[in-house]
């Protein structure tokens, strides 16, 4: 019999994954897989489980938010050999589950979790770190892990906005170096994001015909400090909605790569895939194709 190792986080999106165990463990179980289930004790214990267990099991399936995911994908990328990997999602944005087009009931997701086709998808190298789906630096990037978690659960992805919003005023910005396969861009920028997915933050900025996920390439946007009050009006319109770049008087700058190099003069902060990504001078991200299956719907 097939082995399914079933990780969930206890805590994510309203204690959705509590809800759905039973319901969960009857469809792997109908399906034919013989399950482990395993409830996450705190942060990182997702990783520390998947590349602990994870080896021993044909299929792991996640189940929480980004977040757990991000966790659940970085202990298994420790592995020579990676299972194929589903995912429930339950947590406030789930952006990367919109990439994967799974159905709406949880019996849809339950049953692609668990019968789905694994593909093959590319993941991020961060420096010693790994990504699955965005890697971001500067503005609103600390609002998806320093954003009180009753009050995402309370207002969804609304309060990542509404949250972000209120610090238009006083931005930062850092002055970069970034290295790229096509060139390099210098300047004060004050946002940057790495990634392979249709939907950042909830909201789905990037083209979906640009966006493929297993094609060994990042896509890439750079936000300039802006010069005036008419470019700094047009930031939070571009930030939810990069494809509209030209909108934004200049500022914006997009391109694809398969590593990028960002240098800072001082140490900058990161977040990779929402959660806290540390502080960095030098970040070296590498593209790594196809490195891992995730199941998608039929």
């Not at 097939?2 to 969960?24: C, D, E, F, T």
């Not at 939810?240 to 800072?264: E, I, K, M, R, Y």
Request: proline share 5%; hydrophobic share 40%.
């Amino acid at each position: 019999m097939r082995s399914l190792l079933y990780i969930y986080n206890p805590h994510a999106g309203k204690g959705k994954a509590l809800h759905w165990l039973s319901q969960a463990l009857d469809a792997f179980t109908k399906a034919g897989w013989l399950v482990t289930a395993y409830p996450t004790q705190g942060r990182a214990d997702a990783t520390r489980a998947a590349e602990e267990l994870g080896g021993r099991f044909d299929r792991v399936v996640c189940c929480g938010g980004d977040g757990t995911l991000h966790e659940v994908i970085t202990g298994l990328m420790a592995l020579p050999e990676r299972p194929a990997v589903g995912y429930l999602p339950t947590g406030t944005t789930n952006d990367f589950s919109r990439n994967l087009h799974l159905p709406r009931s949880v019996a849809g997701k339950t049953e692609t979790a668990a019968g789905g086709v694994p593909r093959a998808v590319d993941i991020g190298r961060f420096n010693q770190d790994y990504f699955v789906y965005v890697a971001a630096f500067g503005a609103f990037t600390d609002v998806a892990y320093d954003t009180p978690q009753s009050f995402k659960n309370m207002f969804g992805h609304l309060a990542y906005v509404l949250e972000g919003a209120a610090r238009l005023a006083s931005l930062p910005h850092y002055r970069l170096r970034v290295e790229h396969d096509n060139g390099v861009e210098e300047g004060e920028f004050l946002y940057g994001m790495v990634s392979n997915t249709v939907s950042v933050g909830g909201f789905r900025g990037m083209p979906e015909r640009e966006v493929k996920l297993d094609d060994g390439l990042f896509e890439v946007v750079l936000i300039r400090q802006p010069q005036n009050a008419a470019q700094l009006q047009s930031l939070l319109t571009t930030l939810v909605q990069p494809a509209n770049a030209a909108s934004a008087g200049g500022t914006v700058t997009s391109f694809h790569t398969s590593h990028l190099t960002v240098t800072c003069a001082e140490e900058m902060p990161w977040t990779l895939d929402g959660e806290f990504g540390g502080a960095h001078k030098v970040a070296e991200i590498e593209n790594l194709p196809r490195a891992l299956d995730i199941v998608y719907r039929k």
